[in-house]
Nanobody, 125 residues
Framework: QVQLVESGGGLVQAGGSLRLSCAAS????????MGWFRQAPGKEREFVAT????????YYADSVKGRFTISRDNAKNTVYLQMNSLKPEDTAVYYC??????????????????WGQGTQVTVSS
């Protein structure tokens, strides 16, 4: 059983920064593509960023490109999301997700096998 636990959410003013972490309890973490999604009230879950098993290939939604950075440390079984220049529209519950040995770049929720419980990010104006 794979468990993903997010941390690092909170309240921040517009223009500020937060760093989310997601710790995975799985031996084969290095075989997983890892992604971040977010869901605001009344909206569908949307793709934010994903990173390949080696960390060499990050991919971002246009809405966060240039502001967010996804990275991973396979020795620590952890994936990170550094969020800079935060905007009120970034307010959402942020979810970490894992996909074992994917083909291509998984960017939809249906392509991921495992999910964390989510962490709230609130950006005040």
């Amino acid at each position: 059983q794979v468990q993903l636990v997010e941390s690092g959410g909170g309240l921040v003013q517009a223009g500020g920064s937060l760093r989310l972490s997601c710790a995975a309890s799985v031996r084969t973490f290095s075989r997983f593509a890892m992604g971040w999604f977010r869901q605001a009230p009344g909206k569908e879950r949307e793709f934010v960023a994903t990173i390949s098993w080696s960390g060499a290939i990050p991919y971002y939604a246009d809405s966060v490109k240039g502001r967010f950075t996804i990275s991973r440390d396979n020795a620590k079984n952890t994936v990170y999301l550094q969020m800079n220049s935060l905007k009120p529209e970034d307010t959402a519950v942020y979810y970490c997700a894992g996909r074992y040995a994917p083909r291509g770049v998984p960017t939809t929720p249906a392509e991921y096998d495992y999910w964390g419980q989510g962490t709230q990010v609130t950006v005040s104006s």
